[in-house]
């Protein structure tokens, strides 16, 4: 594990997404599939690309992102749970790692933006 907590947790938050879409086996589900895996995976590709930013504005604004991407993933996660498409230990574990990523998305776009870095 890596010394950057929001990287690790980003990134099994991604494996969790892909894991979950993969066993997907209702029928119809294909378009909600395809987004969950479009805004879960991003969530981590920003916060990876962060790391890499220009300046604290370029930085922030990645994570800024990252967290639209985390609130847009919760929206599909919850739908796909109220449709039965996935059971309710999935969406538990995979809300949660979701939910830990946005606190420490909002903490840290705060501790830059206010300079405490």
């Not at 990287?7 to 086996?25: K, P, Y």
Request: proline share 1%; charged share 25%; with cysteine.
């Amino acid at each position: 594990m890596s010394e950057n907590k929001l990287l690790d947790l980003s990134f099994e938050f991604a494996v969790a997404i892909v894991n979950l879409v993969d066993g997907v086996t209702a029928p119809k589900s294909s378009y909600m599939t395809d987004q969950l895996a479009r805004a879960g995976t991003s969530v981590g590709a920003n916060i990876h690309e962060a790391q890499y930013a220009h300046s604290k504005k370029d930085f922030v604004a990645k994570l800024e992102i990252a967290l639209k991407e985390s609130n847009e993933t919760s929206y599909w996660l919850k739908l796909m749970f109220e449709t039965k498409r996935i059971n309710s230990q999935t969406y538990q574990y995979t809300e949660k790692l979701c939910g830990n990523i946005r606190r420490l998305l909002i903490a840290s776009c705060i501790t830059v933006k206010e300079g405490k870095q």
